[in-house]
């Protein structure tokens, strides 16, 4: 009775396997067709360059002090010693505050990320999730993320067919 239950649970799972159907797209294919992503990326490089600039120059700033009070440490009094090592850790802290805000987990950067991106991943996620629809996929894979797949047919990858429906194809 087990063997029969068994064989019964295998036959189902396997015709349900077979209903079930699949297709891939290839993201970096994707973004790198669509010029609006191109110019975000941009956009957040020049202003990361800009706002590491800043960070570098507090930074150096901090730096410098700390030199000079490395050479006239012998010269100063305790007072004079605390004020500029106070001064040194002030500048160390407004550059690590100022890291922060620019690149930190909720800084600047990742809010201008969001704001710039977010709006064309939505735009690609609706035209895959119509694609799937439309032809009654259940499941739809990035190849090129990590997620080890070893091999995908080119009939089954709709990347072209996101471009497309985006407005980026031929």
Sequence with gaps: MKKLLLMLVMVASALSMQAQKFALVDMEYILK???A????????NQVSKQWQ???DAITT???TLYKNYQNEVV???????????DAIVDKEKQAAD??????GPEG??????NALLSPIQDEIYNAIKDIADMRGYQLVLDRASDTGIIFGSPRIDISSEVLRKLGYGN
């Design 108 to 113: 600047e950067l990742f809010k201008k990320r």
């Design 75 to 85: 010269f100063l009094s305790k007072e004079q010693k605390k004020a500029k090592q």
């Design 61 to 63: 700033e901090a730096q």
């Design 33 to 35: 067709n669509i010029p």
């Design 98 to 103: 100022l890291k922060k805000k620019y690149f």
């Design 37 to 44: 992503y191109e110019r975000a990326n941009e956009q957040l």
């Design 53 to 55: 600039a800043e960070v």
